[in-house]
């Protein structure tokens, strides 16, 4: 198992770990899940992503080669600007998603998911040439300030002031004698930083964030139920090589007019689309429950990608890939071990109050 810079902090601080894409993370601290998830929408919260990978795109021709690689929209990404989107197949199905930053002219950070890292830099040395791109996960870390007080706590320990940063923009700060990137994004739905800098400063920048009494760790727990209430895909559950974005209900984002892989094939709906549900009370479902026609009946018309009890909430909810005739009903029975449960067909994001998109200044 891959360890981050700070798994024996976690280890030193009772943290409860378990593998996650290959690496021993931190799932939850003494105060448990349901604690971490208030808090984060409550005050701010940190969270070890160093397990995420970082790819620096890099030469003469970075620009006109990514847009052909990936599915964000660079001709509009603007310098200082990040940017959502997906590494397809020639079938219009999901390799990884991921986040392209425009750093400079034809100069690119790409950050991608720990356990398709491997595959996605593959890919993207076919498509781009291995020239072009270097894998500077090793040397880099990543740690996510996030909550409706991260703003305050962000200047507060850096002595800089972040209130013109809008909304998926970035900037570089000088923290301690390192570069650190500073990136309004986030994966709970609340104002937040993700930071990026070197390994050899991740330590340091932890225990700084922690001095500010407004800031606890969180775990991966806590950051499932948070990104799920706002209704965020997560990698190998409502993404995957078997669906297209349109049938992720992620056809949206798809705006770019270059002539990218998959570009064709990922806006078309062939078998199934993906749906939220709520559930009532507290009882979920889990990644790979069916959804059956009818009670009883043994006809499977879909199945379950990720479910929780929503503490934001105070009820279960989850999303289904549903095949395409059947998207229409609003009532649903899922099939959970041996119990039968009823839900029913509502709008993503489930939670609506999130401070991600407040305007600062």
Known sequence: MLQTPLYEWHKAHNAKTAPFAGWDMPIQYED????????????????????MAQ?????????????????????????????????????GTVIDDLIVYHLTNNHFLLVVNAGCAEKD????????????????????????????????????I????????????????????HQVLVSRTGYTGELGYELYCPKELVLTLWEDLLSDERVKPAGLGARDTLRLECGLALYGHELD?????????LAAMLTSTADYVGKEL??????????????????TVRNGDIVIKESGSNEVIGTITSGSFAPS????????????????????????????????????PFYIQGTARIKLS
Request: hydrophobic share 35%.
């Open 32 to 51: 448990g899940i349901l604690a971490e998830h208030a808090h984060t929408r409550e005050s701010a919260s940190i969270f070890d992503i160093c397990h």
């Open 55 to 91: 790819f620096i795109v890099k030469g003469d021709n970075a620009f006109d080669l990514l847009k052909k690689a990936v599915s964000h929209n660079l001709d509009t990404l603007a310098i200082g600007k990040c940017r959502y989107g997906f590494l397809l197949t020639e079938q």
């Open 121 to 156: 830099f593959a890919t993207l040395q076919k498509r781009l040439g291995s020239n072009l791109i270097e894998n500077i996960s090793p040397k880099s870390g990543k740690i996510d300030l996030q909550g409706p007080k991260s703003l305050e706590v962000l200047e507060n």
């Open 158 to 177: 850096t002595k800089k002031n972040f209130h013109d940063l809008k909304y998926f923009s970035f900037e570089h700060i000088d923290y301690k004698g």
């Open 241 to 249: 090589e078997q669906h297209t974005v349109a049938e992720a209900n």
């Open 266 to 283: 990922a806006n078309q709906t062939p078998h199934d689309l993906l749906i939220p549900l709520k559930l009532e009370g507290r009882r």
């Open 313 to 348: 909430l105070g009820y279960a909810i989850a999303f289904a890939y549903i095949k395409k005739e059947f998207t229409e009903q609003t009532d649903f029975i899922i099939k959970a071990g041996r119990s039968e449960l009823t839900a029913q067909k509502t709008t993503a």
